[in-house]
């Protein structure tokens, strides 16, 4: 994770874990395997209100969070 200097954003990068499969009768620990495969950011831009930013796979979206009371 990576903090902003205002301390409002939190970032990190996203992974895809590979293995093998649950429940699997031979589990091979050599098959677990991880790859980058995006970002994500949170930014609190009040103390109701957020932005949720993702680049995933080449896939890209921002949410507007809302605290609902």
């Known amino acids: 994770f990576q903090n902003n200097i ?3 954003t939190v970032s990190a ?3 895809r874990y590979t293995g093998s499969k649950w429940g ?3 589990y091979d620990n050599h098959a ?3 790859e ?3 970002t994500a950011k949170l930014t609190f831009t009040s ?3 957020a932005i949720f930013e993702y680049n995933v ?3 890209s979206r ?3 969070l809302i605290k609902i009371e």
């Open 6 to 8: 205002d301390g409002n």
């Open 13 to 15: 990068d996203v992974y």
């Open 24 to 26: 699997a009768t031979l």
């Open 32 to 34: 677990i395997a991880n």
């Open 36 to 38: 980058k495969v995006g």
């Open 47 to 49: 103390d109701t209100t």
């Open 57 to 59: 796979s080449n896939s």
């Open 62 to 64: 921002s949410v507007k």
